[in-house]
C-alpha cells in the first residue's frame, strides 16, 4: 500500500468500525467476521469498488472483549460499515441505549 492509501485507511478507521454487543459466551473473531461478511453478501450490502480487488469479505477486522461480550467489527469502507448498520437494522444509540433485532447464533445483539 501506499503511504496515502494507509494515510486514508487511518483517517477513516473510525467510520468503518462498528460497535456491536451481546455475542455469546466463547464466539470467536472468525464467527463474527463470517456473520457480518455473509449477511452483506446476502443483503448486496458489499461497495462495487471493492468487489474487483479479489477479496469480497467486508470485514477486515474483528477485535473482540470476550469478557464483556463485545466486539469491534472494522468493514473495508465507510460504506460498508454504513450498509451494515443499515441493512441488518442496527439502530442509532438513543439516550445510552443500543437497540437491534439481529440474530447471532440464537442469541439478540445489541448493535
Known sequence: MTSHILEEAQATRHARR???????PNVSE????????????????????????????????VYMNHEKHFAFVEFRTVAEASNAMVSLHFNARVGGNWTDDVVF????LDG
Open 30 to 61: 472468525i464467527r463474527i467476521a463470517d456473520f457480518f461478511n455473509n449477511a452483506l453478501m446476502a443483503v448486496g450490502g458489499i461497495a462495487a469498488e471493492t468487489q474487483t480487488d479479489g477479496n469480497a469479505n467486508p470485514v477486515v477486522n
Open 105 to 108: 447464533c440464537s442469541q439478540g
Open 18 to 24: 462498528v460497535y456491536v454487543g451481546g455475542f455469546p
